[in-house]
């Protein structure tokens, strides 16, 4: 399993954009990148899941470059409710029965 | 649906004693596992089962841990015995089956052993 970075905390404001840059620099060719959010006292939820280029869903969009060694998150127009922990992962979508290792995740704080 | 089911929410017991977690998952779901997140070490896998067979144990702390899943709708997670280092947020989580990614992540059960 590709091993990823990503910042540990980032601030933001109500109304704005928030990027959320995660690196992978050994993502093999059959790996997957997921998004997991975790609001304080729940479980992680499933966000987003890309291969490559763009995908987009209701609550978020995932950019992926071309060489597929970075993944960028972005939130459009945060509100007080995205302040969360985000984690990206990196691994095969049939790899040991979709076993996840989570990483330190960046934890994201809203402002009013 | 109720989401995945997990019980009890808390558990506070002393040093010694022997603890058990309970997860039901969703309902149709082939494939569950069980976290354990502490701000030391994060959101840790413990074990996961696909179709009731236990796949992979490898991230199981000690012999002190077990978890079973005698059928397709409950799973236990057993500390016997406790030990104050094993208080974290315990996860279940399910999962579709082996073609789908995405998790589903119960509520967690918060473990405090004194």
């Known amino acids: 399993l590709a091993k990823t970075t990503q910042p540990i905390s980032m601030d933001s404001y109500e109304g704005q954009e928030v990027n959320i840059t995660c690196s992978h620099n050994n993502i093999a060719t059959n790996d997957y990148i997921t998004w997991y959010q975790q609001f304080p006292s729940q479980g992680p939820r499933f966000i987003i899941q890309g291969y490559k280029t763009k995908v987009t869903n209701e609550v978020a969009s995932l950019f992926i470059p071309a060489d597929r060694k970075s993944s960028t998150l972005s939130l459009p127009r945060v509100s007080l409710s995205d302040t969360a922990v985000y984690y990206c992962?990196?691994?095969?979508?049939?790899?040991?029965?979709?076993?996840?290792?989570f990483g330190q995740g960046t934890e994201l704080s809203v402002k009013p | 649906d109720a989401g995945v089911i997990q019980s009890p929410r808390h558990e506070v017991t002393e040093m010694g004693q022997e603890v058990t977690l309970r997860c039901k998952p969703i309902?149709?779901?082939?494939?569950l596992f069980w976290y354990r997140q502490t701000m030391m070490r994060g959101l840790e896998l413990l074990i996961y089962?696909?179709?009731?067979?236990?796949?992979?144990d490898s991230g199981m702390p000690e012999d002190r841990f077990s978890a079973k899943m005698p059928n397709a709708s409950f799973s236990t997670l057993k500390i016997q015995p406790s030990e104050p280092r094993d208080s974290a947020v315990y996860f279940c989580?399910?999962?579709?089956?082996?073609?789908?990614?995405?998790?589903?992540f119960g509520p967690g059960t918060r473990l405090t052993v004194t």
């Open positions: 089962f696909n179709n009731n067979v236990p796949i992979d």
């Open positions: 309902s149709g779901h082939n494939s």
């Open positions: 989580a399910s999962r579709p089956g082996l073609a789908v990614y995405e998790q589903y």
């Open positions: 992962l990196v691994g095969e979508l049939y790899n040991q029965g979709g076993k996840l290792i």
